[in-house]
């Protein structure tokens, strides 16, 4: 495999450069070597990113992947990773159930036809389910 810039892994990933060397500035990816004064990665760091945007998409924070990846290779990451996972399902579950909850009412605001927030009886109506609230409020 071939080794590929900056440049190149930014086409490839969809990122911008600034995010790959703040990825690389938190530990996320290797230290790139330098050629020409340019950074250059083993063309795996291809899925090493690949890896990152996947387990952001599913909620986990870059302090969390760190973790991940700093254990990956190493005796006890399925179960690092396992623990990751069961804390993270509930966060995601509640991220759902928000997500429906916004469709419905967008939905409903859609059929309601009034387009007049002063007198939409939908937006009177009050809030949702507490038990949604975000954690922390």
């Given amino acids: 495999m071939q080794d590929v810039g900056i440049g190149e892994l930014a086409r490839q ?9 703040y990825y690389e500035s938190l530990g996320l990816l290797p ?3 330098r050629e020409g004064g340019r950074r250059v990665w083993p063309a795996a760091t291809l899925r ?11 909620g986990f924070t870059l ?3 760190r973790g991940l ?18 804390r993270k399902l ?6 759902v159930r928000q997500t ?13 036809g009034c387009m007049n927030f002063a007198d939409c009886e939908l937006l009177a ?7 949604d609230a975000p954690r922390g409020t």
Avoid at 69 to 86: C, F, H
Avoid at 125 to 131: E, K, Q, R, Y
């Fill in 48 to 58: 090493r990113v690949a890896l990152i945007r996947m387990s952001q998409r599913a």
């Fill in 31 to 33: 230290a790139a070597r």
């Fill in 69 to 86: 990846l700093d254990s990956s290779g190493t005796r006890g990451t399925t179960r690092q990773w396992r623990a990751l996972a069961e």
């Fill in 100 to 112: 429906q909850r916004l469709r419905d009412a967008v939905a409903a605001c859609l059929a309601c």
């Fill in 125 to 131: 109506a009050g809030p949702a389910d507490p038990n």
């Fill in 63 to 65: 302090a969390e992947i």
């Fill in 13 to 21: 990933t969809g990122l911008r450069p600034s995010a790959l060397r």
């Fill in 90 to 95: 509930p966060e995601l579950d509640l991220v």
